[in-house]
């Protein structure tokens, strides 16, 4: 029996559709097919299934364990998690040789997807293009794998916990921090990790719900953080966190109500790792601060930019053995002392790790930082047979006549150009039929400057920015 998947739903770090349109449980039991098919073939048999808090979740995570386990594999199930409890399932059991988190991150309500982890390594890009060939063509395992459940939150919070071993109790239990979990499938971890924690915890909306009925589970749109914002401000709280739908981006506010984007973070992460892991390479995403690499450099790290998308920058982690990296996105990955999958839980614990060792206040840290002016990520429909060819002309033609005021190009993924008012970038999504742009300077003529070169470009592919699209 072959089967056809609505070829939407293939995406290039995961798969994701709209339920009861694109995707539904016959697809959910023919990934559970074609992934088991794939595993065995690899030597694998084991595979951990999680699932979020979506309405749609609970039947598509039936129909994915049919499919593995007719393909042979066994089936560990977590339950309801959020999506690092699925990674660490996988990363902490020799037992288990692969994952599958049903969730549709923070996607409409409506969307549902699966993420995946084979072997100990991120499934995505050309792996996905197999598993959607393996099913076309039928080619799959048969057997009768069994299926066991596994509570694993108390050994997951108690790993956690680790990451604040050896600190000052007085500095740990000083601290006041707020915490949102936005109604996502974080909620219950976060419940049972802060009853844990030293220190006083301010927790909102850790009901698991859906529909998302407070705001929508994204933090790195500075509107969902308004309601952490009133509560770090009524409580006087030193800071406070925020998570995505499934637990895998952070988002934060210091003391003062002002956001820490994801390069922010990453500049306060990396002056606490580089203190016990000097000359460490500190990677970070093409949409990555300049301030953020300058950082890096100044206390000893060697910096890094790398390509956007959470595969991509974990597979780049694995290869150069570097112990911390991140993106603007907030996924934001830890290999000095835990596993190197994006865990917005564990950074969270890092944070208050980091004030604590640094001695500093998260505001203090914010503070400490140069005052950049950027854009927005600017997101802009492009059709899809058009955004590639378009980034590289415009890679071609700054090559071939870059112009006076360009100082670097840097053509890692899409163009980022330097130029002595700052720099900007230019990107095609691997997810969307969209082009990203983002631009930062010194100062707001330097940015005008910039963005009229953005501009100027994507004129000469014929092209123009439109009306800003989400995610």
Not at 79 to 92: D, F, H, I, N, V
Not at 125 to 133: F, N, R, V
Not at 171 to 178: C, I, P, T, W
Request: hydrophobic share 40%; proline share 4%.
């Amino acid at each position: 029996m072959a089967y056809e998947f609505d070829p939407t739903i293939l995406r290039e770090y995961d798969i994701r559709g709209v339920i009861g349109e694109t995707l539904g449980p016959d697809d959910a039991r023919a990934i559970g097919r074609s992934f088991g098919a794939m595993l065995r073939a690899e030597g694998g048999d084991t595979v951990a299934v999680g699932y979020d808090g979506r309405v749609s979740s609970p039947l598509l995570e039936h129909a994915l364990v049919e499919g593995l386990t007719a393909s042979g594999c066994d089936v560990v199930r977590i339950g309801l998690s959020a999506t690092p409890m699925l990674y660490y399932a996988e990363a902490s059991s020799e037992e288990v040789h692969g994952g599958i988190q049903i969730t549709g991150s923070h996607n409409p309500p409506n969307y549902n997807g699966f993420k995946m982890v084979f072997q100990g390594r991120p499934f995505f890009g050309s792996d996905i293009a197999k598993l959607g060939e393996v099913s076309a063509a039928g080619d799959w395992s048969d057997g009768a794998g069994s299926v066991v459940s596994r509570d694993i939150l108390t050994e997951y919070v108690e790993r956690m916990l680790e990451a604040i071993a050896g600190i000052d109790g007085g500095k740990l239990a000083s601290l006041k921090v707020g915490w949102d979990a936005g109604n996502g499938a974080a909620g219950p971890a976060l419940e049972a990790l802060t009853a844990r924690l030293p220190g006083e915890h301010h927790l909102l909306f850790t009901e698991v719900d859906g529909h998302f009925p407070n705001h929508h589970p994204d933090p790195t749109v500075e509107e969902n953080l308004a309601d952490l914002r009133a509560l770090v401000a009524e409580k006087r709280l030193d800071f406070g966190v925020a998570f995505d739908g499934d637990g895998d981006r952070i988002g934060a506010i210091d003391g003062e109500g002002r956001v820490i984007w994801g390069d922010q973070l990453l500049m306060i992460f990396a002056e606490d790792v580089l203190t016990s892991h000097q000359g460490a390479t500190i990677i970070a995403d093409v949409k990555a601060s300049r301030a953020l690499f300058d950082h890096v450099a100044q206390h000893g790290g060697e910096p890094l930019m790398w390509k956007t998308g959470h595969s991509l920058i974990k597979s780049k982690m694995k290869q150069t053995g570097s112990p911390l990296a991140g993106e603007m996105s907030g996924h934001i990955f830890f290999a000095d002392e835990y596993y190197g999958f994006d865990d917005a839980l564990y950074a969270g614990v890092r944070l208050i790790a980091a004030s604590a060792r640094l001695g500093k206040s998260v505001t203090q840290l914010r503070s400490e930082m140069p005052d950049m002016l950027n854009t927005p990520e600017m997101r802009f429909q492009v059709d899809e047979a058009r955004k590639f060819p378009a980034i590289a002309e415009i890679s071609e033609r700054l090559a071939n006549n870059p112009g006076p005021q360009v100082e670097e190009v840097n053509a890692t993924d899409g163009v980022r150009v330097n130029t002595k008012d700052g720099w900007w970038l230019l990107r095609a999504s691997n997810t969307q039929d969209v082009l990203v742009a983002r631009a930062e300077s010194d100062t707001e003529d330097g940015l005008e400057r910039l963005i009229a070169q953005i501009d100027e470009q994507l004129s000469l592919s014929g092209l123009e920015r439109g009306q800003s699209v989400g995610h």
